[in-house]
């Protein structure tokens, strides 16, 4: 028998639906009795052959909000208007039903399944490095003295699928006012949390754990980036990265680290997560541009979530009036 593994990073989305995925990896764990967690990234992809079998699947699970907190009273927070779409919104059970958050599992389908014993509460984001006043912060205390705002932003995963969402939160401008970077800070290192028990895909040691992502000190202070609290007018979910996570959306979404633990201010460029991994495929800007194909797919077009729509992808998903002249050499 030969089967030809790829991992779930290694197939563009468009050639493996979800629904494919999920389907077949199930047959196929059952023909090969296999149940192991850590096994799961291994078969992603090796699908398409075997037709999916209706497949009694338990309920979708209720959209999970977070452990509770100190801060759910700050929302819906007011919309700032100055963000508009070019498309619907995505349902929220859209998606907050398929998530990249490889922590729980490589499966975005299975994420919010996996999510429930993630404690996002009491949780502390720890600032330091090139920084005149380098904290720790409480979240709830944090989320508290930041300038909360909703905006409804385009997502597009390096993968070629889309969605709208309204996110709520801040910009990360006034989280950097706070703590004074010195001169020398060229560049911000994010990290996620760490804790294998809460997260079961942590298991899996092919990762290198825990997630780490980086901007540079221009990206991080361009009025586009936010630091995340909520999504759909409540609190962020643990699916999409509770209690605070980043959102960049002139970048492909694995730029967008979740539930951060903390932030560094360095002079260097620091590692990411992705490019640790793969370094030909997935590179530190990771700029959305159409031009520019994925060594093994087209980015030209995207599929937006929920539907059937496919939309062409737009240079810096379509956000350059913010962000181009980060860019001119
Ligand atoms: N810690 C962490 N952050 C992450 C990821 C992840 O696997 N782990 N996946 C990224 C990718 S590839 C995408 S597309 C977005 C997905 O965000 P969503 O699930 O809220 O849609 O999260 C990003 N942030
Ligand atoms: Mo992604």
Redesign the pocket.
């Known amino acids: 028998m030969l089967i030809r593994l790829r991992r779930g990073w290694e197939i563009p989305e468009r050639l493996a639906t979800p629904e494919d995925v999920y389907l077949n990896r199930r047959t196929f764990l059952q023909a090969l009795g296999v149940t192991g967690l850590s096994t799961i990234g291994a078969l992603m992809g090796c699908n398409r052959e075997g037709q999916s079998q209706s497949a009694t699947e338990a309920p979708p699970p209720p959209i999970g909000l977070p452990t509770p907190s100190a801060t759910a009273n700050l929302y819906p927070a007011k919309r700032n208007e100055h963000f508009t779409l070019d498309r619907p919104l995505t349902d929220e059970p859209i998606?907050a039903r398929?998530?990249?958050?490889?922590?729980f599992s490589p499966n975005?389908q299975q994420?919010s399944r996996l999510v429930n014993a993630f404690q996002t509460r009491p949780w502390q984001i720890e600032v330091r490095g090139l920084v005149k006043k380098p904290q720790t912060f409480a979240i709830d205390e944090l989320v508290r003295r930041m300038p909360l705002e909703e905006r409804l932003y385009r997502?597009r995963?390096?993968?070629a699928w889309a969605?709208a969402?309204p996110w709520t939160g801040f910009p990360i401008k006034a989280l950097i006012n706070l703590v004074e970077p010195l001169s020398s800070a060229k560049y911000l290192r994010m990290v996620?949390f760490n804790n294998p028990e809460q997260a079961v895909g942590m298991n899996d040691d092919t990762y290198p754990w825990?997630?780490f992502?980086g901007l540079t000190m221009a990206e991080a202070t361009n009025d586009l980036a936010l630091f995340v609290t909520g999504i759909y007018g409540h609190e962020l979910t643990k699916?999409?990265?509770a209690p605070m996570?980043l959102v960049t959306p002139w970048k492909?979404?694995?730029?967008?680290?979740?539930?951060i633990v903390r932030i560094e201010f360095t002079d260097q460029q620091p590692p990411t997560?992705?490019a640790t991994l793969v370094p030909r495929e997935y590179d530190f800007s990771a700029n959305v541009n159409p031009a520019v194909p994925h060594p093994r797919w087209s980015q030209e077009s995207e599929r937006l979530i929920g539907t059937s729509d496919r939309r062409q992808t737009l240079l810096y998903n379509g956000y350059g009036e913010f962000v181009a002249d980060l860019y001119k050499t």
């Open positions: 998606a398929y998530n990249n958050f490889y922590e975005k994420v997502h995963c390096v993968e969605m969402v996620t825990p997630y992502e699916q999409h990265g996570r492909y979404g694995y730029k967008s680290i979740k539930s997560f992705w």
